[in-house]
């Protein structure tokens, strides 16, 4: 009874703060002619509905791509056809032809914020909450706290109740494809990536781990036995479920084409707007877009990330453990944002998502990390008149996680996977406490980002360099990022691997 009792706090606590978030402004309010990303969500409702579907990725005298045309999976069209009726049946101007561009009232953003709110209860609260009962080690009470931890992750709640997006969706499919992995359920794990990566095609950033693993498994059970026909339920579950995603979409080949013409936009350019990725932050010296061919730039971002994601992959295709499995989904995600074409500042929740799993065993890095990705979303935030909330929500996650999880009394070195600098120290290195280092770090970061933070809000850049500190926020973020990375791939590669095996409980 109590912890049920807990359990129904902990998700008590994570709706109401993203409630609290979500009677905030959102993307583009009031901003004609393109308004913002509610605006995309509330025309997708309009062209799913009105339209038929071979006229849903195509320019058309009724869809106008350059008007947020839809650029995600056929999954996400579905949902908005689903919202569209469900709003069709509250008021019919809100998904109007043509007459409802830019709508704007309460009745309607309450009805949005809504359908943000029943996704998340749908798809991703239940998978944090199982995934943390049933596949996290600890007390019943280490379980709550995790989850209590993972739910109050701010930058989740700011994008899809603030800016406004559907990202617990397609994080939330993804998390149910670790959960089933996780407890051995290959065929339910399959299906759900297999759903996520047709609800949002960045979910690709998650892809290789899920194939490495469940390669691994099929080959350390033998390929010519248990192992062979295991791949091929596997193979058979991820054929079927795309080609009933993409069914409506098969029988004239130009759809798919286009599809993925709208899902790969090469057209867009390397980056967008100030990202923490490599790319942007090096075009502050070196003018990359400019000097550099858009064929030379793909052949570059392509092969820097194959060779930041190959050696993670490798040793989970030889390990294939649920903590291998963990960590590689960190370092994939981690190489795709910062080495990838055409990356968004939102494209970092994708490695928030694996980083929240191993918020329990290594906390004070992962609190770092989620913390970091938040503070690197503040151009956006602000944009959207997010700033009390990214405040609150930031502080809340910082000291409710840090007491929770006791991150800073598990701040030694063996708490954070570095116990093999304790072995290189006998062979003539140095002797660190890596512990304390890290530790002092941490702070020292969190005054730089309160530091910046502060100063994009109230003080004037010069005239001559207006976009002064969203540049400052990409480049120190890249830089943590840059550190995390190197980081996560080496308590991954070199970590002596001494986790007890997970619990499997049906």
């Not at 617990?168 to 996520?196: C, E, H, M, Q």
């Not at 060779?307 to 960590?327: C, H, N």
Request: aromatic share 14%; glycine share 6%; hydrophobic share 50%.
């Amino acid at each position: 009874m109590e912890n049920w009792s807990l359990i129904s706090l902990c998700v008590l606590l994570g709706l109401t703060t993203r409630w609290a978030v979500s009677i905030n402004s959102y993307s583009g309010a009031y901003k004609p002619p393109m308004f913002g990303d509610y605006e995309a969500q509330r025309h997708w409702q309009e062209v799913t509905y009105n339209l038929p579907v071979h006229e849903w990725y195509f320019n058309t005298t009724n869809n106008d791509l350059n008007y947020w045309g839809l650029d995600y999976p056929p999954l996400t069209a579905y949902h908005s056809l689903m919202c569209a009726y469900v709003a069709k049946l509250f008021n019919p101007e809100w998904v109007e032809l043509h007459a409802s561009r830019g709508y704007e009232s309460h009745s309607h953003k309450l009805f949005m914020r809504a359908t943000v709110l029943f996704a998340d209860v749908l798809i991703y609260i239940p998978a944090v909450l199982l995934y943390c009962f049933y596949v996290c080690d600890g007390s019943p009470k280490q379980k709550v706290a995790t989850a209590l931890c993972v739910l109050l992750y701010p930058g989740l709640i700011l994008i899809d109740y603030g800016h406004f997006q559907y990202n617990s969706v397609s994080l939330g499919l993804a998390l149910w494809g670790i959960l089933g992995l996780g407890l051995s359920w290959d065929l339910l794990g399959s299906l759900a990536f297999t759903l996520a990566l047709n609800y949002k095609q960045m979910e690709l950033y998650h892809a290789l781990p899920f194939f490495c693993f469940l390669l691994g498994k099929c080959i350390k059970q033998g390929l010519t036995g248990r192992g062979f026909l295991l791949l091929a339920k596997i193979s058979l579950t991820v054929l079927v479920t795309f080609a009933l995603c993409w069914l409506p979409f098969l029988c004239n080949p130009q759809q798919p084409l286009q599809i993925l013409h709208r899902l790969f936009p090469i057209g867009r350019g390397l980056f967008e707007d100030k990202v923490a990725n490599t790319w942007c932050s090096l075009n502050v010296l070196i003018k990359i877009k400019t000097l550099l061919s858009r064929e030379t730039q793909l052949f570059l971002s392509f092969a820097l990330t194959v060779l930041f994601i190959l050696p993670s992959s490798i040793k989970l295709l030889f390990r294939p453990t649920l903590w291998q499995f963990k960590l590689a989904l960190v370092n994939s995600s981690l190489a795709f944002f910062l080495f990838s074409f055409q990356v968004h500042e939102k494209s970092i929740l994708l490695a928030a998502l694996p980083v929240c799993l191993v918020i329990n065993e290594i906390p004070l890095i992962a609190i770092w990390f989620l913390l970091t990705s938040t503070f690197s979303m503040l151009p956006l935030l602000l944009k959207d008149g997010l700033l009390l909330p990214y405040v609150v929500t930031s502080l809340a996650f910082l000291f409710l996680s840090l007491y929770l999880l006791s991150a800073l009394e598990r701040s030694i070195d063996e708490e954070l996977r570095l116990g093999i600098f304790h072995k290189l120290s006998q062979h003539g290195l140095p002797k660190l406490k890596l512990g304390q280092i890290i530790k002092g770090t941490f702070w020292l970061s969190l005054v730089a980002m309160a530091g910046l933070s502060f100063t994009s809000v109230w003080l004037e850049p010069p005239a001559r360099m207006p976009d002064l500190f969203p540049v400052l926020v990409s480049v120190l973020s890249f830089l943590h990022f840059l550190g995390f990375v190197i980081y996560f791939n080496f308590v991954q590669l070199w970590e002596p691997q001494k986790q007890k095996s997970q619990k499997k409980t049906n």
